[in-house]
């Protein structure tokens, strides 16, 4: 089992910056490929960002490209996503995400929840107009 825990969400202007993190526990870190989703108010839970296991390859969603940043440290179990510009439409419960890597897999990263081994509990962020 692997536990995932968030933080980082808050209450921003449009505009404005905020790194969420996500502490990893419970089995090795590095065999895993993380990633982070959103969910607005009544839509579906949308991919943002993933990396892989090694940290050498990134994927973020369309709307990410260019304003937010995944980013991991092996050693401290951690992965981070810095998100800049944000606007209202960015207001969403963040979850942290991690997928079991099989085999090498080291180029690999997760793109859909459906292949999700383990989720956080979310942090909420809203942006403000």
């Known amino acids: 089992q692997v536990q995932l825990s968030e933080s980082g969400g808050g209450l921003v202007q449009a505009g404005g910056s905020l790194t969420l993190s996500c502490t990893a526990s419970?089995?090795?870190?590095?065999?895993?490929?993380m990633a982070w989703f959103r969910q607005a108010p009544g839509k579906e839970r949308e991919f943002v960002a993933s990396?892989?296991?090694?940290?050498?390859?990134?994927h973020p969603a369309e709307f990410a490209k260019g304003r937010f940043t995944i980013a991991r440290d092996n050693a401290k179990a951690t992965v981070t996503l810095q998100m800049n510009n944000l606007k209202p439409e960015d207001t969403a419960v963040y979850y942290c995400?991690?997928?079991?890597?099989?085999?090498?897999?080291?180029?690999?990263?997760?793109?859909?929840?459906?292949?999700?081994?383990?989720w956080g509990k979310g942090t909420l962020v809203t942006v403000s107009s």
């Open positions: 995400a991690a997928e079991t890597v099989v085999g090498n897999g080291s180029d690999y990263v997760p793109t859909s929840k459906n292949g999700i081994d383990f």
């Open positions: 419970g089995r090795t870190f590095s065999r895993l490929a």
């Open positions: 990396i892989s296991w090694n940290g050498g390859n990134t």
